[in-house]
């Protein structure tokens, strides 16, 4: 049965592709890291976890504990990286086995507690250095410390060494993402020599993948590439986004000039305009910025742009001399013609940001072949 409705369409076959076109840019034998947080980017994070531990994906990651636990609750039972856990939660990870990024001294000590009083010997855990996007992190000074606490704490053992590039999509950025690519890497040289073990190192998100073959090290960790982009069109042209977000057509109606459309009467009519109503608003998430005909959605082939002000379960788009009827689709975004990406470059902002704030009310219907 055809899918109705305002819905996500998933496609899990892009998904395939993104998967293998990212992996082919690495050398065999390095790691891949598949980071569903923010419910995959919005596309679901159950289903498009299964698919990728089916292909073959080596790690998952989410930012927080309770994203995790919901892939433990769901078949996914490759190694998890949680890239945001916090003091609160904390001893959940161990009691669903998932290896945590600490990212502070201080979390350092409480996740160490913890593994004692569980009686732990070795949990892996991976060690955050800052080393120059200042978000969470450990600073290099504070090296020496960290391995001496290590060193003295048998319930943990270090899986592997983590830092975050601060601007790896942007070339003009290159001399500062190198210096933080050799920081990262004296750092773990040293890390290794002290510990005497092999760690994993990460560095790379999407771009870093894309654009710095140097901090590929031991293992990468991707997100929005799988999900289509690679925040460069050149990178775009072998990706393919997953997501289409199709809504549709509850009424149409025909004013004069001079009325208005919408809550206060933003948008007025310079002509007789015929215009519809569609099934989606901002408590789906096509948030306000979209609405003054910064978004042109297609309909029956043609870009409709919105008009006047989004509301909360429907926006308006001007149709005049285009063929509609009640209940036509209305495709928001699609791979081809008009793709998240544009649309929230449109509207400035980012993809990332369009698809994680696509809500729980829009259905996800998942295709494959
Ligand atoms: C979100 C995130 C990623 C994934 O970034 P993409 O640009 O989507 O590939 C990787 N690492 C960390 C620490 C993140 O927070």
Redesign the pocket.
């Known amino acids: 049965m055809q899918p109705k409705g305002t819905r996500l369409e998933v496609n899990l076959n892009a998904l395939e592709h993104n998967y293998h076109y990212l992996r082919s840019k690495l050398d065999h034998g390095t790691k891949f890291i598949s ?1 569903v ?1 923010a419910n995959a980017y919005g596309h679901g994070i159950v289903e498009v976890a299964q698919k990728l531990q089916d292909l073959g994906t080596d790690y998952f ?1 989410t ?1 927080y504990v309770e994203e995790a636990v919901e892939l433990r609750n769901n078949k996914i039972v490759k190694p998890i990286l949680v ?1 945001h856990a916090q003091q609160h939660n904390l001893e959940i990870c161990i009691d669903r086995c998932l290896e945590p990024v600490i990212y502070s001294v201080e979390m350092l000590d409480a996740f160490t507690a913890f593994a004692k009083a569980k009686n732990q010997q070795s949990y892996p855990i991976h060690i955050e250095f800052n080393t120059g996007l200042n978000r969470i992190g450990i600073d290099a000074v504070d090296l020496d410390k960290v391995l001496d606490k290590i060193k003295s704490s048998p319930e943990i053992k270090v899986r592997g060494l983590q830092s ?1 590039l601060a601007a790896s999509e942007d070339l003009d950025e290159e001399a500062f993402t190198n210096k933080q690519i050799l920081l990262f890497e004296k750092l773990a040289d040293r890390m290794q020599d002290v510990l005497g073990y092999e760690i994993l190192k990460h560095e790379s ?3 870093g993948i894309l654009n710095f073959k140097s901090a590929h090290f031991s293992m990468v ?5 799988l999900y289509g982009f690679g925040n460069d069109l050149k990178f775009d042209k072998h990706l393919k986004p997953i997501g289409t977000l199709i809504s549709n057509i509850s009424q149409i109606r025909t004013i004069e000039a001079g009325e208005t459309v919408s809550y206060n009467r933003m948008f007025v009519a310079k002509d007789r305009t015929t215009y519809a109503v569609v099934a989606i608003g901002h408590g789906d998430g096509i948030n306000r910025i979209y609405g003054y005909g910064k978004l042109k959605v297609q309909v029956n082939g043609h870009a409709a742009p919105t008009l006047g002000i989004i509301c909360m379960d429907m926006l308006m788009i001007d149709i005049t001399g285009i063929e509609a009827s009640v209940g036509d689709e209305v495709v928001i975004f699609d791979p081809q013609v008009h793709t998240s990406r544009q649309m929230a470059e449109d509207a400035g902002t980012i993809s ?1 940001e369009l698809l994680t704030g696509i809500q729980k009310r829009v259905k996800r219907v998942y295709l494959s072949n």
Do not use: D, E, Q, W
């Open positions: 980071v947080k990651a930012a890239l975050h998100n999407t771009s960790r991707s997100g929005i590439g990332y």
